[in-house]
């Protein structure tokens, strides 16, 4: 079956910790994307990678960062800097443009909360 | 003025009525439209897809879109309570470098059994 998997389902993160957060997608996708979810605002981008080795920062970047070594694999890290984490994160991946359906298709979610 | 709006809700219908959602858009240049549900606690899930003007229908769901009026639709016909969940319309340009979407805040539909 293909698709998108995020671990883990629940994170707890203490004060001054940083926490990474796993996204992999096995539908052979080139782009790759992180958004958080807070209640009453939507989907928020934060990062998002169009191919290996190499990403852009979204419209929160401020306090996360990641990496793109593999196409399959976009894990988020959520450093100490970030100082209000708690949100619900989803990972997304899609075609590049001019390749297949031009849509995104997600993942289902990490909950961070913060102890 | 965000690019797209849409009616938070909640939305509260009972069971087999017909459901319109909705949302605006300010950017002419917005050529695809999706339609995604989420349920609580989970991922969205795509639901439509169309591109440019016009309706797609999918079983007890249609999509239409007026780009003369900057408007797409979702009609649930026949709602159930599994039904029950948030609507986020997104969209995208045509071209770019990118497959970014533009997304809604979500209408939140609960359908009363």
């Avoid at chain 1, 979204?58 to 209000?84: C, H, W």
Wanted: with cysteine; glycine share 8%.
């Amino acid at each position: 079956d293909g698709g998108i998997t995020q671990s883990p389902k629940y994170l707890f993160r203490k004060e001054g910790q940083n926490v990474t957060l796993s996204c992999e997608q096995n539908l052979n996708h080139d782009a790759m994307y992180w958004y958080r979810q807070d209640p009453g605002q939507g989907l928020r981008l934060i990062y998002y990678s169009q191919i290996v080795n190499d990403f852009q920062k979204g419209d929160i970047a401020e306090g996360y960062s990641v990496s793109r070594e593999k196409k399959e694999s976009f894990p988020l890290t959520v450093t100490s800097a970030q100082k209000n984490p708690t949100a619900f994160y989803l990972c997304a991946s899609s075609f590049r443009p001019g390749r297949g359906v031009k849509t995104q298709y997600f993942g289902p979610g990490t909950r961070l909360l913060v102890l | 003025q965000k690019e797209v709006e849409q009616d938070p809700g909640p939305l509260s219908v009972p069971e087999g009525a017909i459901v319109s959602l909705n949302c605006t858009y300010s950017n002419s240049a917005f050529q695809y439209f999706m339609w995604y549900r989420q349920y609580s606690r989970k991922g969205p899930e795509l639901l439509m897809y169309t591109y440019s003007s016009g309706n797609k229908e999918d079983g007890r769901f249609t999509a239409q879109v007026d780009k003369s009026s900057k408007y797409i639709s979702l009609f649930i016909r026949d709602s159930q309570p599994s039904d029950s969940a948030t609507y986020l319309c997104a969209m995208r340009k045509e071209g770019g470098a990118t497959n970014k979407l533009i997304f809604g805040t979500g209408t939140l539909l609960a359908v009363q059994p």
